[in-house]
């Protein structure tokens, strides 16, 4: 694949916090944002970085591969010396992407929503809403005006079947994508989701009885969805990541083939 020396992200430095396989969304972000001209930086932590440096070489260019828990307290404040380590000395980021979500499958989800623990329940929270707080925060030294941070969602205006805690989760993710929007906004920094369709991802896949959701996307779509096609929702964190939303900020953009506009 070609690298677009005049891409929408010719120039930027992008981290891409969350990339396991290439069938993950922030694998199609980094993708695509290298296509468009970007500098990657990949992350991830624990038994998935082994994982995470042998998928990476399937894109592109071969990016640097951080390691980052995003729920670690010492990872998140050594991490502008790891971007700076990886970039040189005066480094900046453009852009971070929040690919990051748990919810224990065995006790959160699949209709365990009254029976789900408190223990659980707040690692869920911690790991998918409160750590984009963490991440922002953590990059905020190397971001400048005109940064962009975006993450990814799933509709969380509605009780969806199975989905569960991992709703209450992402419902957090967007309160919290909000605050950081009008914290953040004072260094012109943007902050901003994409909601996607269901995808079959990783974390989908752990989903128990998923596929009774997916099923819905496929009558009510009016453009149709293909839970197996990744680059919609990629291009769409990156148009977020570019200068073409300089004014755009708090906001969730839905890439779920018009899905969410529609009626019964």
């Not at 699949?110 to 623990?117: A, H, I, S, T, V």
């Not at 992402?170 to 009008?182: H, Q």
């Not at 997916?214 to 009558?219: F, G, R």
């Amino acid at each position: 694949m070609t690298i677009n020396s005049n891409g929408i992200l010719a120039g930027k430095n992008i981290l891409v916090a969350g990339v396991t396989l290439d069938s993950s969304i922030g694998f199609a972000v980094a993708k695509f944002a290298q296509e468009q001209g970007a500098t990657v930086l990949v992350s991830n932590f624990g038994q998935a970085l082994r994982i995470t440096r042998r998928i990476v070489k399937r894109l592109p260019e071969l990016p640097e591969v951080i390691e980052l828990d995003v729920t670690d307290a010492e990872h998140l404040a050594a991490l502008p010396d790891a971007v700076r380590e990886a970039l040189g000395p005066d480094a900046r980021l453009d852009g971070v992407v929040h690919s990051i979500a748990y919810g224990n499958p065995e006790t959160l989800l699949g209709g365990k929503f009254l029976d789900g623990p408190w223990e659980d329940v707040a690692q869920a929270v911690q790991v998918s809403a409160y750590s984009l707080k963490s991440l922002a925060v953590a990059c905020r030294p190397l971001m400048s005006e005109g940064g962009s941070v975006v993450g990814l969602t799933f509709d969380a205006s509605v009780a969806w079947p199975v989905y569960d805690w991992m709703g209450v989760a992402k419902a957090g993710l967007e309160s919290t994508a909000r605050y950081l929007a009008r914290d953040l906004g004072g260094d012109g920094i943007r902050v901003n989701l994409v909601s996607a369709g269901p995808l079959r991802t990783l974390a989908a896949k752990a989903i128990p009885g998923f596929e009774d959701l997916e099923s819905m996307w496929t009558t009510k779509s009016p453009l149709g969805w293909d839970n197996t096609d990744q680059e919609p929702t990629a291009k769409a964190v990156c148009a977020l990541l570019s200068d073409l939303f300089p004014s755009t900020t708090g906001e969730i953009v839905h890439v779920d083939g018009g899905f969410h506009a529609m009626g019964a």
